[in-house]
């Protein structure tokens, strides 16, 4: 088997085609130009390519080399990975898993998943951020609290997060029995429904964005109210201050008893992807990957 090139090497090239010199990247890695220069030429004869353009003016990446170039930062990242997770091991953190999730997915899908790990890791201590899908974007985004997995439902994944969906959900129109809407014979339409004052969750949910997404290019009326929760949207539905637009699974009790009242929609996409979240370039280890495989089957 071939002599696997050595990550200082690898790591050479990588600064070569970030910095733009040889000379930068030598002086960034605290070796002489020289010595840098047969780094490179070894990783040459390894890898047979030629890795570096060598000029008067200095040396430049070969189109090899920016190929090899963005291997390699791979390579190192996951290399890194490997070192972090090796570390969390030694100082006992891989016996704690923090998540957050929207509102949602926490309520009606996060406990089933959290009773599955617990069985397979009774050992590991789970804590769970419950917030709107913005907000779980952002927490996932800057690591804060040793947050590594995240789960939104909103239709967009902010940059600089990698995602899998683990789901759908539709988002259904329901009013109390004694709307005028409980009694309709007709569909109602997408227009319509924008139109109309509506009880809806606040900006920043997954299911306002969801709905907002979905009323492009409609004309749109002010909300009757804006509230920050399922439950709150419900009870205002059920108490008959408007109609409202909740996913399915937060309001399938409420239909199965009569409490509220669906109304057929048509002309209007409201079916959204659950999604796993995490930061790009980042491999999830451990617990969270663990996690991460109970979600993600059907």
Known sequence: MTALPDLDSLKLLVDVGELGSLGQAAKLAGIAQPSASKRIAQLE?????????????????????????GWAAQVLAAAQELMRAA?????????????????????????????EFQSREPGVQVGLDVLNSADVAALVLSGAGGVELGFVEGPNVPDGLASRVVGTDRLVVVVAPGHPWARRRTVLRG??????????????????????????????????????????????????????VLSGYAVEAELATGRLVEVPLAGLNLVRSLRAVWRRGRSLTGPAATLLTIASRP
């Open 45 to 69: 004869r390894r890898l047979g390519l030629p890795l570096l353009e060598r000029t008067p003016r200095g040396s430049t990446l070969t189109s090899e080399g920016k190929m090899v170039a």
């Open 191 to 244: 227009a319509e429904l924008a139109a109309t004052p509506l009880v809806v969750r606040e900006r920043g949910s997954g299911t306002r964005e969801t709905l907002d997404v979905a009323f492009a290019g409609l004309h749109q009326a002010s909300p009757r109210l804006e509230l920050g929760s399922n439950s709150a949207v419900k009870g205002a539905a059920q108490a008959g201050a408007a109609p409202a």
């Open 87 to 115: 570390e969390a091991v030694r100082h006992g953190e891989a016996a704690h898993l923090r998540v957050a999730s929207s509102m949602t997915v926490a309520e009606y899908l996060v406990p089933r998943w959290l009773g």
